[in-house]
């Protein structure tokens, strides 16, 4: 898939566990895994600015887009 | 089927697969139908005991039918979509 997620690198930045940042985004462990996992079909712009929010950083730093045709 | 339907998460393939053998079953009692009614067309008697009207062609069978396969398609994007919120968070 294109666009990839980078939760786990801001998670170890930031020292913050899986189960901290459940509680603090309000999302249950099961999506926030699938996101993690880049299983994830969309994000809401809600879960995207709770996460920012929660870990302190951008969008950019969570999301990142490879572009398949020039690798 | 309606033991199969969950109201939490509705479409399902398990319900979609039922609509779809409902679907084709229709269709092959509509083409049983038109086989013995060309066959037998003078013996033919209903349910009630009354002799069917020289112009029954069973059409019921094949409207039902597409009904339920249109319904079944239904079903299968509403599986996409069900799917596709399921994986958004």
Known sequence: ?71 | LLLKLKLKTPFSIPVNNKLETISKLLLGIWILIAILLRTYSNNIVGPTGIALPDNYSGDEYIFVAGIVYIISKIFQRGIELQEENQLTV
């Open chain 1, 1 to 71: 898939m294109p666009i990839i997620v980078n939760l786990d690198v801001m998670m170890a930045k930031r020292k913050v566990s899986l189960n901290e940042l459940s509680e603090k985004v309000e999302l249950t462990l099961s999506n926030l895994s699938i996101l993690k996992t880049g299983k994830a079909k969309a994000v809401r712009f809600s879960t995207l600015e709770a996460i920012c929010k929660a870990l302190d950083c951008q969008p950019g730093d969570i999301l990142e887009y490879l572009n398949e045709d020039k690798s």
